[in-house]
């Protein structure tokens, strides 16, 4: 085989690799704004979130907030991200480069520091809802 139809066969191939994508788009969560603006039913909209991205850091904060909604809080991947974040390694930078890179989900996601303390207020909220006040008051002193 030449040089030139292997370059174009393994460029072809990287291109059809990046262009599908498991990634979450804005047409995936139709249903889930339609049941949360038309009806207000957070429950139904949780029931029929997407099921791509399941466990990945931004898709487990949605989730968590949903259930919180609905009543029923489910915590169990966002307290993974929590408990996640704790074992990083983390590094000392400017305050600009801290509010860019906080900490990289095993996804590959870096998620930056508001995103950081919403999980914590999300785990507070959820933790409240739960009775459980005392792991309330971790997250809103981890927040």
């Known amino acids: 085989m030449n040089y030139k139809k292997f370059l174009t066969i393994n460029i072809f191939a990287f291109l059809i690799g990046c262009s599908s994508s498991d990634l979450l788009q804005r ?3 139709l249903q889930v704004k ?11 909209a949780l029931k029929r979130f997407p099921s791509k991205e ?9 989730k968590a907030y949903l259930s919180i909604l609905s009543g ?7 307290l993974y991200h929590s408990e ?6 983390r590094f ?13 989900t095993p996804e590959g996601y870096y998620a930056s520091e508001h995103e950081i303390i919403w999980m914590h ?3 507070g909220w959820g933790f409240a809802i739960q009775g459980e006040y005392e792991k309330t008051c971790v997250e809103a002193r981890a927040g």
Do not use: C, H
């Not at 029923?72 to 966002?78: C, F, G, N």
């Not at 000392?92 to 990289?104: C, G, K, P």
């Open 54 to 62: 399941r466990g990945a850091f931004i898709t487990s904060m949605e």
């Open 72 to 78: 029923t809080p489910y915590l169990k991947d966002l």
């Open 34 to 44: 339609n049941q949360l603006i038309g009806n207000e039913n957070p429950e139904l």
């Open 121 to 123: 207020i999300l785990l």
């Open 92 to 104: 000392s930078a400017s305050r600009e480069v801290q509010s860019l890179f906080y900490l990289e």
């Open 27 to 29: 047409d995936d969560y």
């Open 84 to 89: 996640l974040s704790k074992k990083r390694l």
